[in-house]
C-alpha cells in the first residue's frame, strides 16, 4: 500500500538540537532580564548551570507512566524557578512561576530558527507531493508548535503535532504508533516514520508503519537499527515517496 502520511520527529531530525539549545538559551536570557532585571549573561549563564546539571532536577521524575505530562511540566517549573536562585533574582509567586514555564514554550523557541538547512525546501516539496505531515515528539506540545513556528515549518503539518501531553505518554511503542495513526483515520500500513532513535524505529515497525532511520554524521553513533532505510539528512524522502494524489 502507498505511503500516504509521514510521521516525523522533531529534535535531530527537522531541527538541530545543538543550535537550539544555543539560541533557546540566548534569547531566554534577554526574555528574563526584561521581564525581570539583570543582565542577559547572567540568566543565560544559570541557563547552562541548569543544563548541566540537567539530571538532579528530572531523575526523580517518572515519565513512563499515565501522568507522563504531569512530571514533564514539574520538570519545567523546577528549572524555571533555578533560574531566580542562580541569579539570586527575587522568585516570583508560585503561580505566577508556574505561569512562567509554559509561556516560555510558547514564547522562546519562535525566537529560533534551526531547522536543519535541507528541512525547508524537503517538508516544503513533500507537502506539495501529497504528503500528510505530521510531527510525533517528546517534547510537549506547545513547544514543539512554537519550534516549527520559529522555523517557518509549521505550516507544512497539517496532520497532527503531537507531543508527550497529546499522547498521555512518552513511549514511543506500537501502541503509540497505533494511536498516531487513528487519530487521522489512516491505516498504519499507509504511515512512515522518521526518527533518530532506534525506539521509536522499532515501535514504528512493529504497528506496521514504515521505519526510516535518520542517522545525521554529527549525531549518529550506532547503526544497528533494524529500519526499512537509513538516512543521513532528508533529501532521499523526496525521491522515496513521489508525488501522492488522493
Known amino acids: 500500500m502507498t505511503v500516504t502520511h509521514l510521521f516525523f520527529d522533531l529534535h535531530g531530525v527537522l531541527i538541530d538540537p545543538q543550535r537550539t539549545r544555543h539560541c533557546f538559551r540566548t534569547q531566554l536570557g534577554r526574555y528574563l532580564a526584561e521581564r525581570y532585571g539583570g543582565a542577559p549573561e547572567a540568566w543565560t549563564?544559570?541557563?547552562?548551570?541548569i543544563e548541566d546539571d540537567w539530571d538532579s532536577y528530572y531523575a526523580d521524575l517518572d515519565f513512563g507512566g499515565d501522568d507522563c505530562a504531569k512530571q514533564m511540566w514539574e520538570g519545567e517549573f523546577r528549572t524555571t524557578r533555578a533560574h531566580f536562585r542562580l541569579t539570586r533574582t527575587p522568585e516570583p509567586p508560585h503561580d505566577e512561576l508556574i505561569k512562567l514555564s509554559r509561556e516560555v514554550l510558547h514564547i522562546?523557541?519562535?525566537r529560533c530558527d534551526t531547522a536543519y538547512p535541507e528541512a525547508r525546501a524537503v517538508i516544503d516539496t513533500l507537502a506539495q507531493q501529497g504528503l500528510t505531515l505530521s510531527?510525533?515528539?517528546h517534547?510537549?506540545?506547545p513547544q514543539v508548535?512554537?519550534?516549527l513556528d520559529g522555523s517557518s515549518?509549521?505550516?507544512y503539518f497539517t496532520g497532527k503535532i503531537i507531543?508527550?501531553?497529546?499522547m498521555g505518554r512518552f513511549l514511543k511503542d506500537a501502541d503509540y504508533y497505533r494511536r498516531a495513526a487513528a487519530l487521522l483515520h489512516v491505516d498504519p500500513v499507509q504511515c512512515a516514520v522518521i526518527d533518530d532513535r532506534p525506539e521509536p524505529i522499532e515501535g514504528a515497525k512493529a504497528a506496521g508503519m514504515e521505519a526510516i532511520?535518520?542517522?545525521?554524521?554529527e549525531r549518529c553513533h550506532d547503526r544497528r537499527v533494524v529500519a526499512d532505510a537509513l538516512i543521513t539528512d532528508l533529501s532521499a524522502l523526496v525521491r522515496r515517496y513521489p508525488a501522492h494524489r488522493p
Open 163 to 166: 507531543g508527550t501531553d497529546t
Open 108 to 110: 522562546i523557541p519562535r
Open 139 to 141: 517534547a510537549l506540545e
Open 135 to 137: 510531527v510525533t515528539s
Open 213 to 217: 532511520f535518520m542517522c545525521r554524521p
Open 153 to 155: 515549518l509549521i505550516q
Open 145 to 147: 508548535r512554537s519550534t
Open 45 to 49: 549563564r544559570a541557563n547552562q548551570q
